[in-house]
């Protein structure tokens, strides 16, 4: 599976993005999929995860902000970004779990398999 992130960009505080993630080599439909997102001098954290069925999982800092969905006809997986703060400004990743996941959701790098290059979202004040 290769994956594409885009979307990323300069937005003011309190505005929205979309992130996408293309795939492409096999279907995903049904594969756990994961946003994670890394700011300067900082680790590398999870933001979302969306399970095999369509169950979701967010950190606790994006809660109620950030939706996690797929469209499997397309292969894409999206990360619907709202009220952006500051503190969002970071290199986002998303990432695939090979195989049938089922409703398992993930929350660790180490659990996905496949990553798309980053995407940068910068958030001004």
């Known amino acids: 599976v290769q994956l594409q992130a885009s979307g990323g960009g300069l937005v003011e505080a309190g505005g929205s993005l979309t992130l996408s993630c293309a795939a492409s080599?096999?279907?995903?439909?049904?594969?756990?999929m994961g946003w994670f997102r890394q700011a300067p001098g900082k680790e590398r954290e999870f933001v979302a995860t969306?399970?095999?069925?369509?169950?979701?999982y967010y950190t606790d800092s994006v809660k109620g902000r950030f939706t996690i969905s797929r469209d499997s006809a397309k292969s894409t997986g999206y990360l619907q970004m709202n009220s952006l703060k500051p503190e969002d400004t970071a290199l986002y990743y998303c990432?695939?779990?090979?195989?049938?996941?089922?409703?398992?959701?993930?929350?660790?790098?180490?659990?996905?398999?496949?990553w798309g290059q980053g995407t940068l979202v910068t958030v001004s004040s």
């Open positions: 969306l399970s095999g069925t369509g169950g979701s």
């Open positions: 080599g096999r279907p995903f439909g049904t594969s756990a």
């Open positions: 990432a695939v779990r090979g195989g049938y996941s089922g409703s398992n959701l993930y929350t660790h790098a180490h659990h996905y398999h496949y």
